[in-house]
T-cell receptor, first 114, second 112 residues
Framework: ETGVTQSPTHLIKTRGQQVTLRCSSQ?????VSWYQQALGQGPQFIFQ???????GRGNFPPRFSGLQFPNYSSELNVNALELDDSALYLC?????????????FGPGTRLLVL | SQQGEEDPQALSIQEGENATMNCSYK?????LQWYRQNSGRGLVHLIL???NEREKHSGRLRVTLDTSKKSSSLLITASRAADTASYFC????????????WGAGTKLIIKP
């Protein structure tokens, strides 16, 4: 167990809807990264939050947005859902935002868009 | 974007045998990490090897890194059924200041 929690575990939405996924970081960690993992693929970096600011972003459109709160928990919001957004969404916390820092993952939220 | 490429994509061996997975990457790195993922759940960190290290051990795991060839290997000795999982390499630092860049993974099946 990493101490990183995510909610909900599963979610079904329809195309065009909006979704909010939540993540609680491991105690003492101030950095949260979000990933999208399609079936049979490796994780794709969405963005990272460090001390409540977006610290870096992968190749995802603006309809993917996020927040980090003073307790370092985080949210991932996706607007105007598309069928291709169906995936496992993983959050990971780390002690620093430095590239290559060991990341501690939550169990993921599996999103299905119909 | 995905930098690492794991080889093979899938591997099936008998319990007790050794399993070797390889990872190649494209850019300069500060370190390379290996993670395990069971049944599409969260990833678990296994081992980190820094760019100035050539080999590292952790229990039944042995990782090598060849920065001249931009490649790494993960050896699991005396495999167990519980080792059945997908294994991913991820590179950090170097050209990427804040993110890990991941390969597509090797799916390992240990037959009892």
């Amino acid at each position: 167990e990493t101490g990183v929690t995510q909610s909900p575990t599963h979610l079904i939405k329809t195309r065009g809807q909006q979704v909010t996924l939540r993540c609680s970081s491991q105690s003492g960690h101030n950095t949260v990264s979000w990933y999208q993992q399609a079936l049979g693929q490796g994780p794709q970096f969405i963005f990272q939050y460090y001390r409540e600011e977006e610290n870096g972003r992968g190749n995802f459109p603006p309809r993917f947005s996020g927040l980090q709160f003073p307790n370092y928990s985080s949210e991932l919001n996706v607007n105007a859902l598309e069928l291709d957004d169906s995936a496992l969404y993983l959050c990971a916390s780390s002690a620093t935002p430095v590239g290559g820092e060991t990341q501690y993952f939550g169990p993921g939220t599996r999103l299905l868009v119909l | 974007s995905q930098q690492g490429e794991e080889d093979p994509q899938a591997l099936s061996i008998q319990e007790g045998e050794n399993a070797t997975m390889n990872c190649s990457y494209k850019t300069s790195i500060n370190n390379l990490q290996w993670y395990r993922q069971n049944s599409g759940r969260g990833l678990v960190h296994l081992i980190l090897i820094r760019s100035n290290e050539r080999e590292k051990h952790s229990g039944r795991l042995r990782v090598t890194l060849d920065t001249s060839k931009k490649s790494s290997s993960l050896l699991i000795t005396a495999s167990r059924a519980a080792d059945t999982a997908s294994y991913f390499c991820a590179t950090g630092g170097g050209d990427s200041n804040y993110q890990l860049i991941w390969g597509a993974g090797t799916k390992l099946i240990i037959k009892p």
